[in-house]
């Protein structure tokens, strides 16, 4: 039998080493217990499936930092523990093939370098004094290991014209990338020239360096470096060498997610993904290249042709195939994304999921490839679903209650363990097992959906959160539009409450069933208790392409036809809400269409603004990214001026009267800060109240912790001062 299609969703109930408190007991969230929740990282399973490490970061409020450290917990469930205890900053931990050595990045030094350690398997414990694998003046992050156990590809950003010197010259190109940063750092003149675009990116200059992959002996380090991390010496066995030279980045920026490289079962060669194209700023062309991973340099071999986005490569475990996610349009960021699959020998390349309509996640090989698993936003959630390498993936089963919320797939065995989230706890690692093999199946926790990690749970047993309650409201060309609430704890449905209602980014993003640190709706509802509210227009993700696709080039038509109609929903179905006193709060392109709001309604006592886009106009000229507002608006400005001017917040100032907060980052290059200032000049001009809360080292995320702690407070007051009368 073929395995089919399947769809996994359960009920989740927060487990606790105590025995919960009553709700009497609970006290409301606060930011500070938000601080103290550990941020798990993806699971990575022992070799013999007995153990999984994972790094987890905590938050010291008072100094202002955050550190990550590698735990590990029996693979079957039970208390987690350090792994290794040390101050240092330590993340993305992987076994050797064998399961009894274990590679890690480490901030032990400046910069970062990838460093290693003996494991017991039985125990599940490093053992003697970890050694430090790469001193490569660049740093190295993003480690693998070779599935013979010989090599180990890392990432280091160099300077693409420090090529290999002459064989016998004694010189490395390290040397050279050492005398470029070293004089950088000792000029007195920091100024810069550009010839080309993509000079910087999200929130820093590129400084002329590319993104490569090296690969080194994986016994480089061992008795080669004595304790302050210097080396004595330097072999062909613990000299780092580029496999991809050139100037273009590999693995090209990312935010996160899945591995961009991977290296063939048989240890010979290394997919990975590069954008090649000209004009990078203008381009999502990511593809897929092969390069062999011994011998002299050479130019890797492209075998994706989609005009989209081509990335993270997974070979299956017995070489045959190699899967990619991929993207059809050239220049859409936010196009379905397809699971591809390549037939190694002959070469032939085939879509999985050409007939599901929703965009594939991370995913992972099954261990007798015959097909993976992955997942993919549906309805407010991120359920997983199965594929074989012979069917094709179908509409997807089910909807409606965002119940499972994964991400970070990976095989071990007969389990497949996983990341997941909800409204109520950032991630825990789960796993599910025995995993599915054939026919169409619905799990519950019951039939093998199991915590693995309780990092969280006695903090969030001591905290009074509301559930989140889904609704549907006819929204603009009379489509179901999906919305959220989040009541304020301790709710009394005969009480009036003030409305905190957020709108979300992307454009084609989605709030549903997922924890976030930077705009927790938990958190909102709780800081003077409010009723929150999340609607997903047209445009949001996980409702199908053409949903998504509905927003581009109609910025404020759809997208504020469905806010106010689900408005108007929650006015007239929820009693409890006070329609006098509501708030519209939104970020990136939710502070986009709080501006837009500005012109168009005068139904909010107070605004909160976060890195919008005020003048559609000149943000052309100051982001960094031009393939989305290419795609978004149709063209540049002086092609589509009438486009952009149509849905040009600035353009409607003249209706400007709602009491406005503006957030803005300095070091925000995908909106810059100047779209802020804008706004706050012609507010102030107007005579419009308002306030500005600006960061002069944040980018588009507010991510350090008083900063975090800052922006809080200061929304918070905001809304409570125009809301709370």
């Known amino acids: 039998m073929h395995w089919k299609i399947l769809t996994l969703s359960f009920t989740v109930a927060l487990s606790a080493f105590a025995q919960s408190p009553t709700p009497s007991q609970k006290h409301p969230f606060t930011f500070e217990d938000m601080m103290k929740l550990k941020r798990v990282g993806g699971p990575v399973p022992s070799p013999d499936g007995k153990w999984v490490v994972f790094d987890c970061e905590d938050v010291d409020l008072a100094a202002n930092k955050k550190t990550s450290h590698l735990w590990i917990a029996p693979a079957s469930g039970g208390e987690s523990r350090r792994l290794n205890p040390t101050p240092n900053h330590e993340e993305r931990p992987r076994f050797s093939p064998d399961g009894k050595k274990l590679i890690w990045t480490s901030k032990a030094t400046d910069p970062t370098q990838i460093w290693m350690s003996d494991f017991d398997p039985e125990a599940g414990q490093l053992i003697g004094k970890p050694h430090q694998v790469t001193s490569i003046s660049t740093g190295a992050d993003g480690a693998i290991w070779s599935p013979d156990g010989k090599n180990i590809v890392f990432v280091s950003s160099v300077y693409p014209d420090c090529n290999p010197p002459p064989p016998g010259s004694g010189a490395t190109s390290d040397d050279c990338n ?76 990312s935010l996160g997610g899945q591995d961009m490289y991977a290296i063939s079962p048989d240890g010979q060669e290394v997919a990975y993904t590069s954008n090649v194209d000209e004009v990078e700023a203008t381009s999502t062309n990511n593809e897929i290249f092969i390069v062999p991973i011994s011998g002299p340099a050479s130019t890797g071999k492209k075998i994706s042709t989609s005009p989209g986005a081509d990335t993270t490569p997974l070979y299956s475990p017995d070489g045959k195939y190699l899967a990619w996610r991929s993207q059809s349009r050239a220049g859409f960021e936010a196009d379905k994304w397809r699971l591809f699959m390549q037939d190694r020998q002959p070469s032939q390349t085939r879509d999985l999921t050409q007939k599901f309509d929703r965009s594939v996640g991370s995913f992972a090989w099954r261990p007798d490839s015959t097909g993976l698993l992955f997942a993919a936003e549906d309805y407010g959630g991120a359920p997983i679903f199965g594929v074989s390498v012979i069917e094709e993936a179908s509409k997807p089963t089910g909807g409606g209650a965002p119940e499972l919320h994964a991400d970070d797939l990976v095989y071990r065995g007969d389990v497949v363990f996983f990341t997941r989230m909800s409204s109520r706890a950032p991630n825990e690692i789960w796993r599910m097992d025995p995993a599915p093999k054939d026919e169409l199946a619905t799990y519950s926790l019951e039939s093998g959906l199991r915590p693995v990690t309780h990092m969280n749970d006695a903090l969030l047993s001591q905290i009074d959160m509301q559930p989140l309650e889904s609704f549907t409201f006819k929204g603009a060309n009379n489509d179901d539009v999906q919305g959220f609430m989040v009541k304020p704890p301790g709710f009394d449905p005969n009480k009036k409450y003030p409305l905190k209602f957020l709108i979300h980014g992307g454009p084609q993003g989605a709030w549903g069933n997922s924890w976030t640190y930077r705009w927790n709706a938990e958190l909102f509802a709780a800081t003077g208790n409010y009723v929150v509210v999340m609607i997903n227009f047209h445009g949001s993700t996980g409702y199908g392409q053409k949903f998504t696709d509905s927003i581009s080039g109609d910025w404020g038509g759809k997208p504020y036809v469905d806010l106010m109609k689900g408005l108007d929903y929650v006015e007239k179905t929820y009693p409890f809400v006070d329609k006098n006193r509501e708030a519209a709060l939104g970020a990136s392109y939710g502070g986009y269409m709080a501006n837009w709001l500005l012109g168009h309604t005068n139904r909010f006592k107070c605004i909160v603004s976060h890195d919008g886009t005020f003048n559609t106009e000149s943000a052309y000229g100051t982001t960094e990214e031009l393939w989305f507002m290419n795609w978004e608006f149709g063209g540049p400005p002086w092609e589509k001026r009438d486009v952009y001017r149509k849905w040009s917040p600035h353009e409607y100032a003249q209706n400007f009267k709602t009491p406005t907060l503006v957030v803005h980052g300095q070091n925000d290059y995908r909106i810059d800060v100047s779209q802020g200032f804008d706004l706050f000049t012609t507010l102030q001009v107007l005579k419009v109240p308002s306030k500005m809360l600006y960061f002069p080292d944040e980018g588009h995320w507010v991510l350090k912790p008083q900063n975090s702690q800052l922006w809080y407070k200061t929304v918070n007051d905001w809304v409570d001062q125009w809301c709370k009368n």
């Open 178 to 253: 050492k005398q470029r940063d070293e004089e950088l750092k000792k000029s007195k003149v920091k100024a810069k020239i550009f010839t080309r675009l993509f000079y910087r990116h999200w929130n820093a200059f590129t400084e002329f360096k590319r993104s490569h992959l090296f690969v080194v002996d994986a016994d480089a380090g061992v008795g080669a470096f004595v304790s302050n991390a210097q080396a004595l010496g330097t072999s062909a066995s613990t000299t780092p060498r580029d496999l991809t030279p050139g100037d273009h980045d590999v693995p090209p920026f």
